[in-house]
């Protein structure tokens, strides 16, 4: 049973409330259903336009590219296991280490990030669909087919080979013949457009569809990690869509981008793909970040201490994220003072870093930690990040970064802070939300020798890597020489590498075993206390059966269980929802959400197939464009609502 | 996760097939010892035959669909001075290898022989000098220079001064043998 | 060892010795190592390394120890009146205010403390260490080091070299450094942090060897193929010994021996040897591959992938591909005898 109001004035009397009955509520679900049904087959699965369908195939996909990516990491360890090893050859080792890269980086972090956020923030907002839903349909079917480029090509022998950040003039024309970075190039076209469209998906669902009398203060802090990422989305992924149509354009049609024969620059490549490159890691930490937050929130009953800093320290971090892109480039000419503001600033970043890390210290002083699988590995997250984070202060020092800048110690670090700062949650989020997404319980006892293989194993192959840094070992060498002594301390990575992929496999396992005959876990398994939860698991497609109403952080901890108070009077013959305003989440209008439709498909065949022929011929951009005009013109072809003519009734008429 | 996926059983058909064929575009043979040393049968330096024509078909040089081994003929026709007489193709001392009159012929075995032995009126011989799998390469890279490989298999700009369109800009060649110089 | 600032409590030497011993053990004293500084610009950031490793460390205790600390307490907070509602306050609220900021502001003044050490030490070691350094050029090419020393006073005295570094002990050397083709890196990390080649860019950086050693070094930026075989040797020697190479190199090469080197000098300046590589005094003066002129003085070979013996030179000449896949050295057909006369000849140069 459900608490109704209707959308009470302040002046109105209390008894305006009422109560929902089964049969309304049932009668209600049965509409719901029937209106938000998408059948099964092929052709739905195609023209799917719910969030959490499209989300989920993001998950899935992500998932497997990082697979790949551990399958390509695996090999390149056993390569260095040893000195003047010959179980891959450099060309193949070339091509293995800028594949793992890629992928890791453009098809899985954000991805991933992107996708948990598009599942799980409609819900935990109150809403039903994302704001755009075709949009969101098409962002996934073009990163599918980025993704699917890159590895047919790794496969056909096209893979690029010059690093994930494909420095020029080696990922130039003159020094990498074939197509191999052309198609790294347009891959990144691919991944930087589904990347745009969930951040532009994100925004706008957060900004404008929250539930009533969710004010910003009272937004989830995930779901506020969410929106911050979004936005260093939208303002570092143009730098890498500008860097890679230059290269691509001096590879395909002769302009001189980075000639420095004709006027460009080597360096402007390195501007260019590091002012994107530094906040991407960031946009991968925030979202992990948030997670963090909806984990230690949960399992440890208590508010996370200092809202309104843990919002600011993520604004402040998104903020500073943009000024440290230099320190990739400490070994370049550039004046000393420069690059000294970018030591500066490069510490400075720890600050914020540092408050969130402390005020879940506090929230867990003060309330009852439960020792899940998820607050695990939120605690594994602070052993790796702090120690990654550490590292990384380091080298934002200028003297001692000359000295291990493209060595493994700054390959220890990143992994430090990217497996420990984000994968980490990732997997707490996965066992925090598994339940909700599936309606079964991951089994505890699989995920505590998960996490315990996976901590293990990440120590083991990252924590040598420092010293091997030290000891001069540069990065992306295919061997080296025995006499050097940095043959026992790779070794002993390498088996590192071996636990972790026995963490996956267990993973895996656990994953496959759950789906079938895991725990069902009900609504709220946790006992948390965000909206997600309050509707069934998994959860419906309509997300909930009526919006609820927010009057606090933490809804279903402040209000008795069964009582929330909810909305009534939305249609249920079509797709609706509500919209409200910015900063209170006042309703202001009701919204009707797009229908399935193959047209995202379309699109995205159409536009990714021009894409591809770009690679071979500039013709591919002008076919492209004429077909996108084509079918955007069908997408947005406009439709009289049939309740056109209906006089608009205020918001708080209705019944 | 839930459905089945007939996308990724697609994707993963078309990855298989692709391994099969493999790309000689991309192909990096570093090591060739197995390259002729002398061009096979089948130079032609002459437009007449005795009794009915018949079509000898071009030696294949598996270095024609090979973007590597055209850069790395690039490379080459810089740092063996080709263009000391032949001037990045547009010719000087040397014929012009950008236009459609082939004197000795186009086909790769004409201009892998053409290399090695040299040819009257100035042409060294490079024999001995320059090995086979390096004579190949140089014999792909002057057949892109002659717009007779694919758009994608050819060289684009280096990264010096411009100072022609890059090999990859041009129209498509088409050679006619001229077996008299031009002048 | 010495501070890196008064004011900031100075390392044990007992936490040095066990660090020192523990990375020791790992075998890190080496000839490429920044661990094992001979000059003053890495000995400099090997004081820089001890003060932010040992800071690190501390640091880092001082967090994991926060957080076994809370999780202790936590699971001693007072159990939830209805376990199905958490609270927003309890009674620690404004001991957990205080623990925040002055977290807070403590890693804000290690920071800042950081960041004033790391600038006083790149400004240090920026201003070259001592009068009238040696000047050296180098240039980076796919996949080896073209070394030149240039005479200010007389070009006839250039010398040109490749792979192998010879400077004085205990004078400052700037090296000026530019690219033939992609960005390359230029690191002893006994001597110095690196310092890119960039092509259309000039960089220079300078360093000064204070210990007679030989130390490697390494490319440090993705290159391509055989990036992870672009070594090169420094060899810091006495002053004398200094001038002596310098003059040897100077000289033209030796003219051969015996008749076997003879035979070799005919083979090198008859086959595609003589295309790609110069060897002064003779009529081989190409410079798309190293000088080979004083090829016999060099330690190491093929970019300091091999040691410089006759077995190792007849393995690289036949076959480059096998030793490094992807170089710019072709295979070479060539009968037995006349390799065994041209590695005679090669041998001969010093």
Request: hydrophobic share 45%; with cysteine.
């Amino acid at each position: 049973m459900a608490h109704a109001y209707a959308l009470p004035s302040p002046n109105e009397p209390d008894d305006r409330r009422r109560f929902i009955s089964e049969a309304e509520e049932q009668d209600v679900r049965t509409r719901l259903e029937q209106s938000w049904e998408e059948g099964s087959g092929l052709y739905a699965w195609l023209t799917s336009t719910s969030h959490k369908s499209i989300a989920k195939r993001y998950i899935v996909t992500a998932l497997v590219f990082f697979a790949l990516g551990g399958i390509e990491a695996a090999v390149m360890r056993v390569q260095l296991s040893r000195p003047e090893n010959h179980f891959v050859g450099p060309d193949l080792y070339n091509q293995i280490f800028t594949v793992h890269g890629s992928t890791m980086m453009f098809l899985f972090a954000v991805p991933v990030m992107e996708a948990i956020g598009l599942y799980m923030v409609p819900i935990m907002i109150g809403t039903r669909n994302v704001a755009f839903p075709r949009l969101n349909a098409l962002g996934y079917w073009m990163y599918l087919i980025g993704g699917v480029l890159l590895y047919v090509a790794f496969f056909s022998n096209t893979g690029p080979d010059a690093g994930w950040f494909a420095y020029v003039p080696l990922a130039g024309p003159a020094y990498s013949p074939g197509k191999r970075i052309d198609i790294w190039a347009q891959m990144i076209t691919f991944t930087e457009i589904a990347g745009l469209i969930g951040a532009v998906e994100i925004i706008t669902t957060v900004f404008k569809q929250r539930a009533p009398g969710m004010s910003l203060n009272r937004i989830p802090l995930f779901v506020w990690s969410e929106v911050i990422m979004s936005f260093m989305i939208i303002f570092a992924l143009p730098a890498i869509v500008i860097a890679s149509g230059a290269l691509a354009a001096d590879r395909l049609v002769d302009t001189h981008f980075f000639n420095p024969a004709e006027g460009g620059d080597a360096l402007l490549w390195q501007h260019l793909f590091w002012f994107f490159g530094h906040p991407e890691v960031y946009i991968i930490l925030i979202p992990a970040l948030g997670m963090i937050s909806s984990i230690v929130t949960t399992f440890t009953r208590r508010s996370i201490f200092g809202y309104p800093a843990m919002v600011l320290s993520l604004i402040s971090t998104a903020f500073l994220g943009f000024s440290l892109w230099v320190h990739h480039m400490f070994a370049t000419p550039l004046p000393q003072l420069g690059q000294s503001l970018f030591t500066a600033a490069s510490a400075a970043i720890a600050i914020p870093t540092g408050i969130q890390i402390f005020c879940w210290m506090a929230t867990i002083w003060s309330g009852r930690p439960r020792y899940t699988t998820a607050f695990m590995f939120v605690i594994g997250f602070v052993l790796l990040f702090v120690l990654g984070g550490l590292s990384g202060v380091m080298i934002s020092s200028i003297p001692y970064d000359l000295q291990v800048h493209d060595t493994f110690f700054v390959v220890a670090h990143f992994h430090y802070v990217l497996i420990g700062g984000a994968v980490f949650p990732l997997w707490g989020a996965f066992y925090y939300w598994f339940p909700k997404m599936t309606g079964r319980l991951l089994s505890e006892r699989a995920g505590k020798w998960n996490f315990w293989l996976f901590f293990a194993g990440v120590n083991l192959t990252f924590f040598p890597m420092h010293f091997l840094g030290l000891m001069g070992m540069p990065r992306r060498v295919y061997t080296y020489l025995p006499e050097m002594g940095w043959g026992n301390l790779n070794l002993v990575s390498s088996i590192g590498a071996v636990v972790i992929v026995a963490s996956a496999i267990v993973f895996v396992g656990n994953v496959v075993v759950s789906l079938r005959g895991g725990t069902p876990s009900g609504d709220n398994p946790w006992g948390a206390s965000t909206l997600e939860w309050a509707t069934p698991s998994p959860a419906p497609i309509y997300n909930h059966l009526f919006i609820p109403i927010v009057n606090g952080r933490e809804p279903l901890w402040t209000n008795p269980p069964g009582e929330l108070p909810v909305v009534t009077g939305l249609r249920t013959d079509r797709h609706e929802g509500l919209i409200t305003s910015l900063m209170d989440a006042e309703p202001e209008h009701r919204y009707e959400f797009k229908q399935p439709t193959i047209l995202p498909l379309i699109l995205a065949l159409a536009g990714g197939g021009s894409i591809i022929v770009a690679i071979f011929t500039p013709w591919g951009v002008t076919i492209g464009a004429a077909l996108t005009l084509l079918i955007l013109f069908c997408w947005f072809w406009p439709t009289i609502s049939p309740d056109h003519d209906t006089p608009r009734r205020h918001p708080r008429e209705m019944p | 996760m839930t459905r089945g996926n007939p996308e990724r059983v697609a994707a993963a058909t078309l990855l298989v097939a692709l391994v099969l064929l493999g790309c000689k575009r991309e192909q990096r043979r570093f090591s060739d010892m197995s390259r002729p040393t002398a061009s096979d049968n089948g130079i032609i330096m002459s437009e007449l035959q005795p009794g009915p024509a018949v079509i000898h078909s071009a030696v294949q040089n598996s270095y024609d669909d090979n973007a590597y081994a055209v850069a790395e003929g690039k490379r080459l026709f810089d740092q063996m001075n080709c263009s000391g007489c032949h001037s990045h193709g547009g010719g000087g001392i040397g014929p012009p290898l950008t236009d459609d009159d082939w004197i000795y012929g186009s086909d790769p075995q004409n201009i892998f022989a053409t290399i090695t032995e040299g040819r009257p009126n100035g042409m060294p011989s490079f024999r001995g000098r320059i090995p086979p799998q390096q004579i190949w390469e140089l014999t792909a890279y002057v057949r892109a220079l002659g717009g007779l490989q694919g758009k994608a298999i050819r060289t684009t700009r280096d990264d010096h001064m411009m100072y022609k369109e890059s090999e990859q800009a041009r129209n498509k060649g088409h050679p006619s043998p001229t077996f008299v110089p031009s002048k | 060892m010495t501070c890196a600032r008064p004011r900031i409590p100075c390392e044990s030497s007992v936490r040095h010795s066990v660090i020192a011993l523990a990375i020791a053990l790992s075998g890190c004293s080496g000839i490429q190592s920044a661990l094992d500084p001979k000059g003053p610009k890495a000995a400099g950031v090997l004081h820089l390394t001890w003060f932010l490793v040992g800071t690190a460390a501390v640091v880092y205790v001082v967090v994991v120890a926060m957080l076994v600390w809370v999780l202790r307490r936590g699971s001693q907070s007072p159990v939830d009146l209805d376990p199905k509602l958490g609270t927003e306050v309890t009674e620690h609220h404004g001991g957990m205010k205080t623990w925040v900021v002055s977290a807070t502001v403590m890693t804000t003044i290690i920071l800042i403390g950081f960041v004033f050490v790391d600038l006083s030490t790149a400004r240090s070691l920026s201003t070259v260490g001592g009068a009238a350094p040696l000047r050296i050029d180098v240039v980076g090419h796919q996949w080896w080091w073209e070394v030149k020393y240039p005479d200010p006073n007389d070009p006839q005295n250039d010398i040109e070299t490749a792979n192998e570094i010879h400077v004085p002990v205990g004078r400052a050397v700037l090296i000026k450094m530019k690219s033939g083709d992609v960005i390359h890196s230029f690191w002893a990390p006994n001597l110095d942090g690196k310092k890119d080649l960039i092509p259309g860019h000039e960089t220079v950086t300078w360093f000064r060897a204070d210990t007679v050693g030989v130390y490697r070094g390494q490319c440090a930026e993705f290159c391509g193929y055989e990036h992870a075989k672009m070594a090169f040797y420094v060899v810091a020697e006495p002053r004398i010994e200094f001038e002596r190479w310098l003059a040897q190199q100077r000289a033209e090469a030796s003219t051969p021996g015996d008749s076997l080197a003879q035979g070799g000098e005919r083979v090198f300046l008859s086959s595609s040897c003589a295309m790609c590589h110069s060897i002064a005094g003779t009529g081989a003066g190409s410079n798309n591959g190293p000088d080979l002129t004083h090829l016999a003085s060099r330690r190491t070979i093929a970019a300091g992938t091999l040691p410089n013996t006759a077995a190792n030179l007849e393995s690289w000449i036949l076959d480059p591909q096998m030793i490094k896949p992807g170089a710019k050295m072709p295979a070479n057909r060539i009968d037995p005898q006349s390799l065994r006369a041209l590695v005679a000849y090669l041998q001969e140069l010093k």
